[in-house]
């Protein structure tokens, strides 16, 4: 599988593609209601649900009654917040779950604990609720960056691949850390993961990128939304995923999460701003969705 992936998606040389994805589809309505509002809008350009969340029924039913917009899974192994938690779709007496039966509130006690066996049926009960739900899926991701091996080096990346392969749909892998460091070892790790998603036949793109999940102290939006410009502007050639998490900053997102409310509040409204918009325009970045990866890997693109 050559790695330039946007000649094989037919655009033009040197062409700036973006995907703007809103991460956490479905775990509170202050979520839906923003993604829902933002996806109409065509403010972003996919986004991927929580299956096990509480508020997922929402969020499922809108995707399934919106087949055209690009709506992935969010394969979720943890379940980070204090007050609000949620638990495996394959029930309590596995592997996956802390002593009160939750996922684990971090990363680090998935990649110690969390057999292969449980992790590949999880993802595949969470993406097959999905589609039974009629969800047109488009794409795979995975919350908190739980199967990537990043803190101890034990990565659940084969089930993931596996899972994606067989069904057809790309994974939110990035080829290269341009952009976000000079870790070696790590962008080690990533040539290692991105030459398995080759073999797997599992399209994946060339960056990934972000920014701080919570605003800084006395950080006004008006310096969220110029330092999302500046990320904007600085898109090299190729294909880049930004994902962000934005909810509507109400009294429902303050009691869920315990962190980052006005920050997420933050998102929603600059990915509706026109200043933002304009510094789309201005740079010519070329908007794409997963959707196109996925006809991409299913050679059904002309």
Same mark, same amino acid.
């Given at each position: 599988? #050559?790695?330039?992936?946007?000649?094989?998606?037919?655009?033009?040389? %040197?062409?700036?593609?973006?995907?703007?994805?809103? @991460?956490?589809?479905?775990?509170?309505?202050?979520?839906?209601?923003? &993604? &829902?509002?933002?996806?109409?809008?065509?403010? &972003?350009?996919?986004?991927?649900?929580?299956?096990?969340?509480?508020?997922?029924?929402?969020?499922?039913?809108?995707?399934?009654?919106?087949? @055209?917009?690009?709506?992935?899974?969010?394969?979720?192994?943890? #379940?980070?917040?204090?007050?609000?938690?949620?638990?495996?779709?394959?029930?309590?007496?596995? #592997?996956?779950? $802390?002593?009160? %039966?939750?996922?684990?509130?971090?990363?680090l006690?998935?990649?110690?604990?969390?057999?292969?066996?449980d992790?590949?049926?999880e993802?595949?009960?969470?993406?097959?609720?999905?589609?039974?739900?009629?969800? @047109?899926?488009?794409?795979?991701?995975?919350?908190?960056?739980?199967?990537? *091996?990043?803190?101890?080096?034990?990565?659940?990346?084969?089930?993931?691949?596996?899972?994606a392969a067989?069904?057809g749909?790309?994974?939110?892998?990035?080829?290269?850390?341009? *952009?976000?460091?000079?870790?070696?070892?790590?962008?080690?790790?990533?040539?290692?993961?991105?030459?398995?998603?080759d073999?797997? *036949?599992?399209?994946?793109?060339?960056?990934?990128?972000?920014?701080?999940?919570?605003?800084?102290? $006395?950080?006004?939006?008006?310096?969220?939304?110029? %330092?999302?410009i500046?990320?904007?502007?600085?898109?090299?050639?190729?294909?880049? =995923?930004?994902?962000?998490?934005?909810?509507?900053?109400? @009294?429902?997102?303050?009691?869920?999460?315990?962190?980052?409310?006005?920050?997420?509040?933050?998102?929603?409204?600059?990915? #509706?701003?026109?200043?933002?918009?304009?510094?789309?325009?201005? =740079?010519?970045?070329?908007?794409?969705?997963?959707?196109?990866?996925?006809?991409?890997?299913?050679?059904?693109?002309?």
């Open positions: 599988m #050559s790695p330039d992936l946007a000649t094989r998606l037919g655009l033009p040389a %040197g062409a700036r593609a973006l995907i703007i994805n809103a @991460d956490d589809f479905g775990m509170c309505h202050a979520a839906n209601t923003a &993604i &829902i509002d933002l996806l109409q809008a065509g403010h &972003i350009d996919s986004t991927t649900l929580m299956v096990p969340c509480a508020w997922a029924p929402e969020a499922l039913a809108f995707a399934a009654s919106r087949t @055209d917009l690009d709506v992935g899974v969010h394969l979720v192994l943890t #379940s980070e917040w204090a007050d609000y938690r949620w638990r495996p779709l394959t029930g309590t007496r596995t #592997s996956l779950v $802390d002593e009160g %039966g939750w996922f684990p509130r971090d990363v006690s998935v990649e110690r604990n969390a057999s292969g066996d992790v590949a049926a993802i595949e009960a969470q993406l097959q609720t999905a589609l039974d739900a009629g969800v @047109d899926v488009t794409h795979l991701d995975n919350h908190m960056g739980s199967v990537y *091996g990043l803190l101890t080096g034990r990565d659940f990346l084969g089930q993931v691949l596996e899972l067989r069904h749909l790309p994974f939110r892998l990035p080829r290269s850390m341009e *952009g976000t460091g000079n870790d070696a070892a790590l962008q080690a790790q990533l040539t290692r993961a991105a030459a398995a998603a073999a797997f *036949g599992v399209e994946i793109i060339d960056r990934l990128w972000s920014h701080p999940f919570e605003a800084a102290p $006395d950080e006004s939006y008006e310096q969220v939304r110029d %330092g999302f500046a990320l904007l502007r600085a898109v090299p050639a190729g294909v880049t =995923e930004i994902y962000l998490h934005p909810m509507v900053d109400d @009294d429902e997102l303050r009691a869920t999460v315990d962190f980052g409310a006005e920050k997420r509040g933050h998102e929603l409204r600059l990915l #509706s701003d026109p200043e933002v918009l304009q510094a789309i325009a201005d =740079e010519g970045l070329v908007r794409i969705g997963w959707r196109d990866m996925r006809d991409l890997q299913r050679g059904e693109r002309a």
